[in-house]
């Protein structure tokens, strides 16, 4: 096969490869290399398909995040990740995140995605519904402290079921103990 017809096929695939669904630059060379097209003709496809606009990383960066927040309710550490995944740059990930999250309230979000979770656990043990929630939030992507704000708001603490079998009673004060008891916990 000569040049001409293998670059031809290259552009022919890597627009075909584009019409589901805009791509950064790095998943069409990606795809390219896995069709074994040589260097060159990866290279010409690539600019011709930048030259007129098939392919831009500004843009894709915007729409790939948009429909991440929009539809799997992403925080700010998982869009990074998988914006990264997709072969962007550093300064380009930081600008569409910042860009993105002016319009998109994390916090919001985040309460979103945990109030929803919480529906689905039938326990009542709120120790586990809060260590659930709180790795749900973390695979989503959310900072610790939104997590934490988050968690401490939608479930509330329990009692400490140890501290009751020790005063006999959960309305005892542990400050009114008499010194057998605190001799007792001590040691």
């Known amino acids: 096969m000569t040049y001409e017809e293998e670059s031809k096929n290259a552009r022919r695939r890597a627009i075909r490869f584009l019409v589901y669904r805009d791509r950064s630059r790095n998943e069409i060379i990606r795809y390219l290399d896995g069709k074994k097209f040589s260097e060159n003709a990866v290279s010409d496809t690539v600019n011709f398909l930048e030259n007129n606009d098939y392919i831009n990383d500004e843009r894709f960066a915007i729409h790939f995040g948009k429909s991440r927040i929009e539809k799997k309710n992403i925080?700010?550490?998982?869009?990074?990740?998988?914006?990264?995944?997709k072969g962007l740059e550093k300064k380009l990930i930081k600008k569409t995140i910042e860009l993105l999250y002016?319009?998109?309230?994390?916090?919001?979000?985040?309460?979103?995605?945990?109030?929803?979770?919480?529906?689905?656990?039938?326990?009542?043990?709120?120790?586990?519904?809060?260590?659930?929630?709180?790795?749900?939030?973390?695979?989503?992507?959310?900072?610790?402290?939104?997590?934490?704000?988050?968690?401490?708001?939608?479930?509330?603490?329990?009692?400490?079921?140890?501290?009751?079998?020790?005063?006999?009673?959960?309305?005892?004060?542990?400050?009114?103990?008499?010194?057998?008891?605190?001799?007792?916990?001590?040691?």
């Open 75 to 85: 925080g700010k550490l998982r869009l990074e990740l998988e914006l990264k995944n």
């Open 102 to 187: 002016e319009d998109y309230d994390e916090n919001k979000i985040a309460m979103t995605c945990a109030k929803k979770k919480l529906t689905t656990y039938s326990s009542s043990n709120g120790k586990k519904d809060r260590r659930r929630v709180a790795s749900f939030l973390e695979r989503k992507g959310f900072p610790s402290g939104i997590i934490y704000k988050v968690v401490t708001q939608l479930v509330p603490h329990t009692p400490n079921d140890d501290l009751i079998s020790l005063f006999g009673s959960p309305n005892k004060n542990p400050e009114v103990l008499d010194s057998q008891t605190t001799k007792t916990i001590q040691g």
